[in-house]
């Protein structure tokens, strides 16, 4: 009996020095990374990567530092924001619906051709460009290598740190929930940037777009359709052969957009067009008035009289 004691004491020991070794090699680890800023170990994030050196030294020369605070709170921290319910029998406001038939009529050769290639309607592409940028007027005017370099240090010790400071600034019954949420974003939306890194270094390798002027929105998406990188690469489709497809025409938009939905499971049923709109945004409320803005600009009236009484 007592061997099986001095057995089970042996045994206990060497899990306890496990373990302990296991925390200060954790302990260890972090304050090794605290010692490197967090741009540093942006850097050094990029070239475990295997990114390019001309990428990484592009990256960090033209990037907007000032920018950093803004974009990490709009990332992560816009989940403890109260947002407005959504009024989903909200109307759509007719000036909006003639914006959207100015549009279709302007470009009704490009919408015609991107019909028949893709089968999504043009009310609906005409009306998802209108959403997500107004025809590009609001396109964003954040760098966009900037914003996924900002968002790739967000796992950074000190990073986190702030992040949460930040947090208990918003909320005001700030838990231990909210603190692990906030840092398991900060890591998720750390190891999402470095994709788009990758996607960004393969669009600057190819020649494909200028990185140093690229300004979308805070969360990277830029163009006329709001494509983040990876969007761009896999979805972008020029209206003109085997050009290269550029985001702030007309043309190219509305063939990347058919383009995007039709590969994203478009079709006639009501539940595989919602599908696909929400593949591009998750928000229910985005696809839904995105349908019924397509259904209402179908019914626009285009008597100047019944246009004025014209409610849906």
Known sequence: MRKWFYIFCILLVACSAKSYNAHTQTIAAE??????????????KLKSAGLSQE??????????SDEKTKVIELNILGFLKIRPTHNTSLKIPTYELVKVQKFLRKYRTQFSRAEKRFHVPKEIIASLLWVETKYGRDVGTFHVPSVFFSLLQADHPDQIQETLSSAQVIVKDYSEETEQKVKERSKKRSDWALEQLQALNEIHTRGWK????????????????QFIPSSYISWAKSAHGKKVANLYLASDSIFSVGNYLKTNGWG????QQKSALLHYNRDPYYAGRILKMGSCVKKLPTDAKKLKKFRC
């Open 210 to 225: 200028d990185l140093n002027t690229l300004v979308g929105s805070f969360s990277g998406a830029f163009g006329m359709p």
């Open 55 to 64: 990428f990484i030294s592009s990256v960090v020369e033209n990037y907007r």
């Open 31 to 44: 304050r090794g990374l605290a010692s490197v800023s967090s741009e540093e170990y942006g850097v050094e």
């Open 268 to 271: 006639k049923k009501r539940s």
